[in-house]
C-alpha cells in the first residue's frame, strides 16, 4: 500500500523534475525533421521535371521501381512528378484557404472582445451559425456556387474554418480587454483601434500563429475531399484529390500503386503539418507544460 | 416543468433563427452563382435545345422572375412541407431525402457506434497504461488517422476486402440486378459493412484521445490517489472512479460530432456509390440541381442540431449544475 503511494508521488516528482529540461530539446527535434520532410516534398513538387508527365505509351501501368518511384499510370505518365505536383498544388490552396481563414478567425475574435457584449453576441451566434452546417456540405455549395475551381476551394475553405480558431482567439481576447494594463490604456484615451494593434495582436500572434498551422491539415484534407468529389479543379489541374479519384476506376485492376502511394504521400504531408503545429504549440506555451 | 419548457421553448427559437438564417445565406449565394441553372439542367444536350425551348425551361422552373419573390415563394411553399422538385431525379425534394436518409441513417448509426465504442476502449486503455508502449501505439495511430483522408480510408478497404479477397460487395447499397424484393437485409448489410468500417475508423481518433486526456484528468486527482492509496488498482479503479466520470463528456463529444459524421458520410458514399444523402448531396453539387442542394443543406443543418441538443439535453439529465445556469453558461 504504501509502495503504491510512493510510486504516485515518485512519479510526479520525476516527471515534474525531468520532463522540462527535455521535451524543448526534443520538441525542436521532431518539428525540425518534419519541417525538413515538408520542405522536401515541396521541394520535390517544384523542381521536379514536368517533361515526366508526358504521355508515353510504351512505359503504361508500370508497378514502382526506381525509375518510377511511384510507378506509372494508364497513359505512361510517371505518378511520382504527378503526385510531388499535385501535392504542391493541394498544399498551396490550403495554404491560401487557412491563412484567409485564420484572419477571418483573428478579426472576428478580436472585435468580439472590443465591440462589446452586443457585437460579442452577434459574432457568437455568427460562430455558432458556421459551426452548424457540416464542413463538406457547406464546401460543397460554395464550390458550386463558385463554378468550381481554385477560387471556390480556397473561398469554401476560408469561409468554414475560422469558427474554431475565432473561439480561441475571442476567449484570449476577453481576458486581455479585462487586464489593467488595457483598462489603463482606455482611460487614457487610447483608441480600440490602437489598443487592438498594440496591446492584442502582439499577444495574440502567438496563438494565431500556432492555430494557422494547425489550420493546414485540415484545410489540405478539405480540399483533397472536394477535388476527389470532383467539384473543385479541372482535370488538367492535377490536385491530389483528382489524382485519387481517377485511380478510383483502376482500382478493380490490381494497380494498387495509383492509389496507395498518392495517399500515402498526402498523409505524410498533413502529418508534418500537425506534428510542425503541435510541437510549437509546446515550445510557444513552455510555461503549461514545465506545470506538468 | 418551467425549466424544461424554457429550454424546449429557447432551444426552437434557436432552430428557427439558424434555418432562417442559413436559407437566406443559402439562396443568396446560389442567386449569385454564375452557373446557369437552366444550362446545368439541360446538360450535354445544350446544342439541341433552342432558346425558345430554354425560355420554357426558365418559366418552368420560375427562373424568369426576380429572386426576391423566387425567395419568397421557396419559403412559402417550404414551411407547407414541399420543398420542391429535384432536377435530377424527378421527384420531389422531401421525398428523395427522405428515402435516402434511411440508407444512410444505417450507416451513419453503425458507423456513430462503432467509432464511438472502439474509440472509447481505446481512450481508456491508453490513458490506464499512460506512458507505457500500448499508450504510445493508440495515441500514434489516433494521430495518424487524424491526418488521414477518410475517402483514402474507404479506398483502401475497397481494394483489400473486396478487389483483392473479394469478401464483401464493391458499391452500391444493394446487388445489381436484383428485383428490389428479392433484396434481403442481409444483402443490405453485406454492401453497408465496408462504407461502414470506413467511417467509423475516420471517428475514431476524436474519442480516444479525448477519452484518454478526460481520464488522465481524472487519474491525477486527489480521490483516486486516495483510491490508489487504499489499494485499488487496474480494472477495479477504472470501473469505480474512472467510467462514470468519463463516460459524459465521451458521449457528448460523439454527439457533438454529427457535423463530421455527415461529412464523413459523403465521402464514404460517395467512393462505395453508397445511394445515401452524401451521394445525393455530390451529384447536386455537381449536377447543379438547386433545389435538392438547398434541401440537402437545411436537412444536414436540422442533423447537425440533432446531435448538439441532445449533447445538452443529456448533460442537463445527468448534471443538475447546469439547469440552474441556463443564462451565464454561454458566456464563459
Same mark, same amino acid.
Given at each position: ?22 521535451? +524543448?530539446?526534443? !520538441? ?8 525538413? *520532410? ?69 478579426? =472576428? ?62 476567449? %484570449? ?11 489603463v490604456s482606455r482611460r487614457l484615451g487610447r483608441s480600440l483601434f490602437w489598443i487592438a494593434r498594440r496591446h492584442m495582436l502582439p499577444h495574440l500572434l502567438p496563438q494565431l500563429t500556432v492555430g494557422l498551422i494547425l489550420l493546414f491539415p485540415h484545410a489540405i484534407l478539405h480540399e483533397a475531399a472536394v477535388t476527389f468529389i470532383g467539384l473543385g479543379l479541372p482535370p488538367h489541374q492535377p490536385a491530389i484529390g483528382i489524382i485519387l479519384s481517377e485511380s478510383m476506376r483502376y482500382l478493380s485492376s490490381g494497380m494498387w500503386w495509383l492509389a496507395v502511394l498518392p495517399g500515402a504521400a498526402l498523409l505524410a504531408a498533413v502529418r508534418a503539418f500537425d506534428v510542425i503545429g503541435s510541437h510549437t504549440k509546446r515550445l510557444l506555451d513552455s510555461q503549461q507544460y514545465e506545470r506538468l | 416543468m418551467p425549466g424544461w419548457l424554457k429550454f424546449a421553448f429557447g432551444k426552437s427559437v434557436r432552430l428557427a433563427a439558424l434555418l432562417a438564417a442559413v436559407s437566406i445565406i443559402t439562396f443568396v449565394l446560389i442567386s449569385f452563382s454564375p452557373v446557369d ?14 432558346? %425558345?425551348?430554354?425560355?420554357?425551361? /426558365? ?8 429572386? *426576391? ?7 412559402? !411553399? ?6 420542391? !422538385?429535384?432536377?435530377? #431525379? ?12 434511411? #440508407? ?17 476502449? /481505446? ?27 477518410? &475517402? ?12 483483392? @479477397?473479394?469478401? @464483401? ?11 428490389? %424484393? ?15 468500417? /470506413? ?14 486526456? +478526460? ?14 492509496? +487504499? ?28 457535423? %463530421? ?12 456509390? #453508397? ?10 453539387? =455537381?449536377?447543379?440541381?438547386?433545389? @435538392? ?5 437545411? &436537412?444536414?443543418?436540422?442533423?447537425? &442540431? ?8 443529456? #448533460? ?17
Open positions: 500500500m504504501t509502495r503504491v503511494m510512493f510510486d504516485s508521488v515518485a512519479r510526479l516528482q520525476t516527471r515534474s523534475a525531468v520532463y522540462p529540461i527535455d521535451y +524543448k530539446r526534443r !520538441s525542436l527535434l521532431i518539428l525540425l525533421t518534419a519541417a525538413a *520532410l515538408l520542405m522536401m516534398l515541396i521541394m520535390a513538387g517544384w523542381l521536379t521535371n514536368p517533361d515526366a508527365l508526358s504521355v508515353q505509351l510504351d512505359q503504361r501501368n508500370l508497378p514502382p521501381s526506381f525509375q518510377h518511384l511511384f510507378g506509372t499510370d494508364w497513359l505512361g505518365r510517371d505518378m511520382f512528378v504527378r503526385v510531388m505536383k499535385g501535392l504542391l498544388l493541394s498544399i498551396q490552396t490550403g495554404l491560401a484557404g487557412a491563412v484567409c481563414s485564420a484572419m477571418i478567425a483573428a478579426v =472576428l475574435g478580436i472585435a468580439s472582445a472590443l465591440f462589446g457584449r452586443q457585437a460579442d453576441r452577434i459574432i457568437t451566434w455568427l460562430t455558432d451559425l458556421f459551426l452548424s452546417v457540416p464542413h463538406l456540405v457547406a464546401l460543397i455549395l460554395v464550390a458550386f456556387v463558385c463554378g468550381g475551381g481554385m477560387k471556390g476551394i480556397v473561398i469554401g475553405i476560408a469561409l468554414t474554418h475560422w469558427p474554431a480558431l475565432a473561439r480561441l482567439i475571442r476567449a %484570449e481576447a476577453m481576458q486581455l480587454m479585462a487586464a489593467q494594463y488595457v483598462q | 441553372p437552366v444550362r446545368a439542367y439541360i446538360g450535354a444536350d445544350m446544342m439541341t435545345v433552342g432558346a %425558345e425551348q430554354r425560355l420554357d425551361i /426558365a418559366v418552368y422552373w420560375g427562373l424568369d422572375q426576380p429572386p *426576391l419573390e423566387r425567395f419568397l415563394k421557396w419559403v412559402s !411553399s417550404m414551411i407547407q412541407g414541399d420543398f420542391g !422538385s429535384s432536377m435530377i #431525379y424527378r421527384e420531389p425534394v422531401a421525398g428523395v431525402i427522405a428515402e435516402r436518409f434511411w #440508407y444512410s441513417l444505417s450507416l451513419m448509426a453503425a458507423a456513430w457506434l462503432l467509432s464511438g465504442l472502439i474509440g472509447f476502449a /481505446a481512450g481508456s486503455a491508453a490513458a490506464m497504461n499512460r506512458g507505457g508502449w500500448l499508450d504510445r501505439v493508440i495515441q500514434w495511430v489516433c494521430y495518424t488517422i487524424a491526418s488521414t483522408p477518410s &475517402f483514402w480510408i474507404g479506398m483502401l478497404l475497397l481494394m483489400v476486402f473486396a478487389v483483392w @479477397l473479394g469478401w @464483401l460487395p464493391a458499391g452500391l447499397g444493394v446487388p445489381a440486378g436484383v428485383a428490389a %424484393e428479392q433484396v434481403t437485409i442481409a444483402d443490405r448489410i453485406r454492401h453497408m459493412v465496408l462504407p461502414a468500417a /470506413a467511417l467509423s475508423i475516420a471517428g475514431i481518433s476524436a474519442v480516444a484521445l479525448h477519452t484518454r486526456q +478526460k481520464l488522465i484528468d481524472i487519474l491525477d486527482s486527489d480521490f483516486v490517489l486516495y483510491a490508489r492509496a +487504499k489499494g485499488e488498482r487496474g480494472w477495479q479503479l477504472y470501473r469505480n472512479h474512472g467510467l462514470r466520470n468519463i463516460a459524459l463528456p465521451a458521449m457528448t463529444l460523439q454527439l457533438a460530432s454529427f457535423s %463530421e459524421l455527415f461529412g464523413g458520410a459523403v465521402l464514404a458514399e460517395q467512393v462505395f456509390t #453508397y445511394p445515401g444523402l452524401g451521394h445525393a448531396t455530390v451529384e447536386a453539387g =455537381l449536377r447543379g440541381d438547386v433545389p @435538392l442542394l438547398m434541401g440537402l443543406v437545411l &436537412f444536414s443543418t436540422l442533423f447537425v &442540431f440533432t446531435g448538439n441538443t441532445a449533447a445538452d439535453v443529456l #448533460y442537463r439529465l445527468v448534471d443538475p449544475r447546469i439547469r440552474g445556469h441556463e443564462n451565464d453558461s454561454r458566456n464563459v
